[in-house]
């Protein structure tokens, strides 16, 4: 491929965040580096990065110098960047996006209520897209995205990594031979520390339920699919923290329950309890709790995430750790060594199937059948909105197909 753009420059991109520490589990980032390891791998040429304020790259040249350059050998972390290091644009990304060619990518980490403008925009000249969870936040956007895809033929992927967890995958394949779904439920969390970190955009643009609950809402539309759909939904919050606290929005919401009626397409009926929360304690043995379990007619399965029996304790601190996901120790001669990660065969499946698409190796139709996609995603995002409807209005029940298909119609759209 020749060259990825990075929109977004935060802790996920590129671990740096100004006057303070990027989370436990991405200290050097995710993005950037694993970026930067596929183009010492020959998988991609050019590197990108594009943000609102300029100001802050020379910090960020500096940090991922110190924290990828000197750390890994034969590592090389240079980037073209925008705007210049003197401006503020929030239209930056266009003219990142301008520069380049048909057939490159862009992999969006910016503000959920800014990805719909970022990957449109990319769309329309020939970009293949990597947009962060949750994809956009409304039915109506999901489905222009859809169409707009599907006019410029390009291929727009969702950062559901967690379908790349062995564990989650294994036990997505094992559910779909247990008969009908009866029962799922699922928990999410982050520190309140994150609130800090989040606090641009936390309760004003976003909740929390957008931000997390989307992981396992694509984990279980994807085992399901073809198999059930869901149905209503109604949504609970509870407060307290992030508006007292942290200075969040009043009524921001500190944990997002969604539930959900399914229905099996046998006309038997499944219900679903999405939970997640940005208020957990500071300082525990994990970054993020995450776990579910999902009952079927003839078995069950359950994960935990968060600790899969490797234990790490130094002076002051004990961590259950989990490099399945990212991995940032080096091997036996000083090269970053985390290919195997999830996180990074995520970004790497991304860049991988847009190489093979530009070669005529392979087909839009055959990358909707076995990666998260933009045409593969819309009951995540429907789920998603109709969770933010149920808490605006009380908790009232929200129709979940009729949402998808009455907005299909609106726009001309045919599913």
Not at 55 to 76: G, N, S, T, W
Not at 83 to 108: C, F, M, R
Request: hydrophobic share 35%; with cysteine.
């Amino acid at each position: 491929m020749r060259k990825v753009l990075m929109c977004g420059t935060g802790e996920y991109s590129t671990g740096y965040i100004p006057g303070s520490e990027a989370a436990p589990d991405k200290k050097k980032g995710v993005v950037g580096l694993v970026l930067f390891d596929l183009r010492r791998r020959g998988k991609l040429s050019q590197v990108g990065c594009v943000g609102v304020n300029g100001k802050k790259f020379p910090e960020i040249r500096k940090h991922l110098q110190v924290a990828i350059a000197e750390c890994y050998k034969d590592m090389d972390v240079t980037m073209d960047t925008w705007p210049g290091d003197s401006e503020v644009n929030p239209e930056a990304y266009k003219t990142a996006i301008d520069s380049l060619q048909k057939g490159d990518g862009a992999i969006i980490f910016t503000p959920d209520d800014t990805h719909f403008d970022i990957t449109l925009y990319a769309i329309k000249k020939g970009i293949h897209v990597l947009v962060t969870k949750p994809v956009v936040k409304t039915v109506k956007e999901h489905l222009l995205l859809i169409q707009a895809a599907r006019e410029h033929k390009v291929h727009v992927q969702i950062e559901y990594h967690k379908r790349w967890d062995q564990i989650y995958a294994d036990a997505r394949e094992r559910i779909r031979d247990m008969g009908d779904f009866t029962f799922f439920q699922s928990y999410m969390s982050q520190p309140q520390k994150q609130l800090v970190t989040f606090k641009a955009w936390a309760g004003k643009s976003s909740d929390i339920s957008y931000y997390l609950n989307s992981h396992h809402m694509d984990w279980h539309c994807w085992a399901m699919d073809g198999r059930a759909v869901p149905t209503k939904v109604t949504a609970f919050g509870s407060t307290g923290v992030a508006d007292a606290q942290f200075g969040c929005p009043n009524g921001t919401e500190d944990s997002i329950s969604v539930m959900a009626e399914w229905q099996n397409s046998s006309g038997t009926k499944g219900t679903a309890v999405y939970t997640s929360c940005w208020t957990a304690p500071d300082n525990a043995e994990v970054h993020s709790q995450q776990r579910f379990m999902c009952v079927a007619h003839k078995g069950e399965v359950r994960a935990d995430q968060a600790h899969r029996g490797y234990e790490v304790t130094t002076d002051g601190k004990y961590s259950s750790v989990n490099p399945l996901y990212m991995k940032y120790t080096k091997d036996d001669e000083g090269r970053y060594a985390g290919q195997r990660g999830y996180g990074y065969i995520s970004i790497e499946a991304f860049v991988d199937a847009c190489t093979e698409l530009n070669a005529n190796k392979t087909t839009l139709a055959s990358l909707n059948k076995s990666l998260p996609t933009i045409e593969n995603s819309l009951q995540v995002t429907a789920l998603l909105e109709a969770g933010r409807k149920s808490l605006d209005s009380n908790g009232n029940v929200v129709d979940v197909q009729s949402l998808i298909k009455e907005t299909a119609d609106s726009i001309g759209l045919s599913l």
